[in-house]
Nanobody, 124 residues
Framework: QLQASGGGLVQAEGSLRLSCVAS????????MGWFRQAPGKEREFAAS????????VCAYSVKGRFSISRDNAKNTVYLQMDSLKPEDTADYFC???????????????????WGQGTLVTVSS
């Protein structure tokens, strides 16, 4: 089970940090990702991090502004979002793979578990 939090209303150029706490076992062997879905649009990849936290990928649209990290001791993955833009407004979902998954981290099919969304609204 994944529990995301940290969303809210922020002005453009502001920052937010999303958190996602995972329950269950083998967190430190799971690929973790963040996806987002804006109103009327399809869900899209935002960022991912490998099981050890040694490698991450960010979508081009958020690169340089968003960063993903994880604390395996706390079963938690974070998404730090800086220099937010109105087009970042979306529901943000965290996702976890099955243990030892080694597939495309940007593909939602690589993930097995999904949390509920946390809404981020960026005002201009």
């Amino acid at each position: 089970q994944l529990q995301a939090s940290g969303g809210g209303l922020v002005q453009a150029e502001g920052s937010l940090r999303l958190s996602c706490v995972a329950s269950g076992r083998a967190f430190n062997s799971r690929l973790m990702g963040w996806f987002r879905q804006a109103p009327g649009k399809e869900r899209e990849f935002a960022a991912s991090i490998n099981s050890l936290g040694s490698s991450s990928v960010c979508a081009y649209s958020v690169k340089g502004r968003f960063s993903i990290s994880r604390d395996n001791a706390k079963n938690t993955v974070y998404l730090q979002m800086d220099s937010l833009k109105p087009e970042d407004t979306a529901d943000y979902f965290c996702a976890a793979s099955l243990p030892s998954t080694n597939t495309d981290p940007t593909d939602p099919r690589s993930y097995y578990y999904w949390g509920q969304g946390t809404l981020v609204t960026v005002s201009s």
